[in-house]
C-alpha cells in the first residue's frame, strides 16, 4: 500500500492512474476504522481498479464546541487495517487548506434539516472537504455509508449540480449484534452507554413497526418513538429520502433518522421504511 501525505503528489498519482485506463475507486474518511469503513473498502475494492482511501480528521466540519480535538485517532491501526483489506493508496494529509482559504460549497437547505439544526455549518464543511478530496484524487466511483444519510444526499446532490463526473455508490450500515450502528465515536462510550445506545435504532424500529401494523399518522407515531431511546433526543423525524422534508403520512421509502445524546456522545442513525 502506498502511503501519500501531500496534496500535490497525490494528484500526479491520480492523474497518472487516469492516463493508464484505471478507475479510481475512493473511500474517504476520518480515521479510527472499524468494520463499517471496512465494507465501504471492500465495495471499492469491486467497483474500481484501484482503492484509495483517505484518513482526514475535517476541521470544517466540527462545531466550536464539538469534538474535534478529542477525536479518536490511531494512524498505525489504520493502516494495517487498509492494507489488510489490499487497499492500493491512503491519502492521508497533514492538511487539505491553505492558510489563507475562505471559499466553501454551500448545500442550500437541506444542510438545515435534521443534523444540520444541531450541527451548524457542518454539511457546509462536509461538502467542502469532499470536493477538495474529489479533486485531489479525482475518483471515477466514491462509496459513503448509509450511516450517515443527509451527508450522502448532500453530496449525491453536490455531484448532481455541479457535473461531478463521479459516481456515488451508498452501502449500507453495518451494525453490532446488538443492533447499535458501529461508529468511531462509539469509543466514547461506557459499556453501560453502549447497551443503552441500541435503543436509538429500536426507536426507529417502532416506526417501521407501526407503519408495517399499518398507521399512518407519522405526528403520533413519532411522538411515541421518541420517548424510547434512553438518551436525550435531538430529532427523530420521518423524511423524504431526497429532500428531508418531514413526511405527515407515513409510508414505505421514507428515511426514519434520529440523533441522540449519551452524556457527552452525539449517536446518529437511520432505516428506510
Ligand atoms: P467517518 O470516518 O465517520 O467520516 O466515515 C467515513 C465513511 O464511513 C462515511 O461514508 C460514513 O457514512 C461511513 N460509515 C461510518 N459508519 C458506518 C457504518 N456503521 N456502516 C457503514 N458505513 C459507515
Redesign the pocket.
Known amino acids: 500500500m502506498k502511503i501519500i501525505r501531500s496534496r500535490k503528489v497525490m494528484r500526479r498519482e491520480a492523474m497518472r492512474l487516469k492516463r493508464a485506463g484505471k478507475r479510481i475507486a475512493f ?11 471496512l ?2 473498502v471492500r465495495r471499492a475494492r469491486r467497483e474500481g481498479d484501484v482503492t484509495v482511501a483517505s484518513i482526514y480528521v475535517n476541521p470544517t466540519q466540527f462545531g466550536p464546541r464539538e469534538d474535534l480535538f478529542r477525536y479518536p485517532r490511531d494512524l498505525g491501526r489504520d493502516i494495517r487495517l487498509l492494507k489488510k483489506e489490499k487497499v492500493d493508496i491512503l491519502f492521508a494529509p497533514a492538511e487539505m487548506y491553505d492558510r489563507d482559504s475562505v471559499m466553501a460549497v454551500d448545500p442550500g437547505p437541506i444542510q438545515d434539516r435534521l443534523c444540520g439544526r444541531f450541527r451548524p455549518g457542518h454539511f457546509r464543511g462536509v461538502a467542502t472537504i469532499v470536493l477538495k478530496l474529489f479533486n485531489t484524487v479525482r475518483p471515477d466511483i466514491a ?6 444519510a443527509q ?2 444526499v448532500v453530496l449525491k446532490r453536490m455531484v448532481r449540480e455541479f457535473d461531478l463526473p463521479v459516481r456515488m455508490v451508498v ?5 453490532e449484534k446488538s443492533g447499535l ?4 465515536r462509539n469509543a466514547y462510550l461506557s459499556p453501560e452507554e453502549r447497551k443503552r445506545a441500541v435503543t436509538l435504532r429500536r426507536s426507529l424500529l417502532f416506526v417501521r413497526d407501526a407503519l408495517k401494523a399499518g398507521r399512518k399518522d407519522a405526528k403520533s407515531v413519532l411522538a411515541q418513538a421518541r420517548r424510547i431511546p434512553a438518551g436525550k433526543v435531538q430529532y427523530l423525524e420521518a423524511v423524504h429520502p431526497e429532500t428531508l422534508e418531514p413526511a405527515k403520512v407515513l409510508q414505505k421509502g421514507l428515511l426514519a433518522a434520529g440523533a441522540m445524546k449519551m452524556g457527552r456522545t452525539r449517536l446518529i442513525d437511520n432505516i428506510t421504511l
Open positions: 473511500v474517504p474518511t476520518m480515521g479510527y476504522l472499524h468494520e463499517g469503513h465494507s465501504l462509496v459513503f455509508g448509509a450511516k450517515d451527508q450522502a452501502a449500507p450500515t453495518v451494525r450502528a458501529l461508529s468511531s
